[in-house]
């Protein structure tokens, strides 16, 4: 059965003889990731505006709002193609032991990734040690070191690859601009928790959503009518 095929896979990576996670599980584990499952799969987005409304609501669902950030990261989808000539080229710049892999999942039957035009990316391990932790590092970290090979090997084929953009962006704003942001992203973009997740949650979280930015709304007439009234002159008169 599939369940017993999948078990004797996945000891043959716990041995080190193969490596993880499995290519012909990835695209299981990356479901199992976007619907709640951690794992070591990242989730993104063609779309950037719907990762600007993660990143936002992300930022708004933190507890203490004035210490999160708004925090958006945009990579280039030629880095897989950078990794494949990168590493034929140069395979001794490169470390054998792990890599960024991108994964597609397909969208039939998956109507929340179909509306985030979601994709994936995994770390993997290609020769796993047993006694050691696997996946030590970040994909930021795995991203920067790609970077930083690429430019001193001073392979112009390579760097075409990914120009004129770069290889990774991050973007952050104050977590205070998480609110302003799911408003304008609602009002002006139509992005919005209905829209990205089809279906009765969807409605919830978009309703979630406005309560959000209504708050947002609130504090700004009242910080404005506080400015209004501190400028009203003082009459001396009676109070009552």
């Known amino acids: 059965d599939n369940l017993g095929l999948i078990h004797r896979l996945v000891k ?4 080190g003889e193969q490596s993880w996670p499995l290519k012909q599980i990835r695209s299981l584990m990356a479901l199992a990731q976007h619907y ?4 070591r799969i990242l989730d993104w987005t063609r779309a950037p505006l719907t990762g600007l409304y993660f990143a936002a609501r992300y930022a708004v669902e933190e ?5 999160s950030q708004v925090t958006l990261f945009a990579l280039n989808e030629n880095f897989k193609k950078l990794y494949i000539e990168a590493s034929l080229k140069h395979q001794k710049n ?3 032991s792990i890599s960024l892999q991108g994964i597609d999942v397909p969208y039939a039957g998956n109507p929340n990734i179909t509306a985030q ?5 995994c770390i993997v391990d290609h020769q796993l040690n047993p006694d050691e932790e696997p996946c030590p590092d970040a994909a930021e970290q795995i991203i920067t070191q790609l ?4 430019n001193a090997l001073e392979d112009s084929s390579l760097e075409q690859l990914i120009q004129p953009e770069p290889l990774l962006v991050k973007l952050s704003a ?6 302003w942001l799911l408003q304008k992203l609602q009002t002006r973009f139509r992005v919005n928790g ?4 089809p279906g009765y949650g969807g409605a919830v979280q978009s309703v979630m959503d406005l309560m959000s930015c209504y708050d947002h709304m609130l504090d700004l007439i009242a910080s404005d009518d506080l400015d209004s009234i501190a400028s009203l002159p003082e009459t001396g008169g009676p109070s009552e």
């Open 12 to 15: 043959k990576c716990t041995n």
């Open 36 to 39: 709640g499952i951690p794992t």
């Open 174 to 179: 104050p977590g205070d601009d998480g609110r």
């Open 94 to 96: 490169f470390n054998p």
């Open 194 to 197: 209905s829209n990205l997740f």
């Open 63 to 67: 507890e203490q709002l004035e210490k």
């Open 147 to 150: 970077a930083t090979t690429v």
């Open 117 to 121: 035009q979601g994709t994936f990316t």
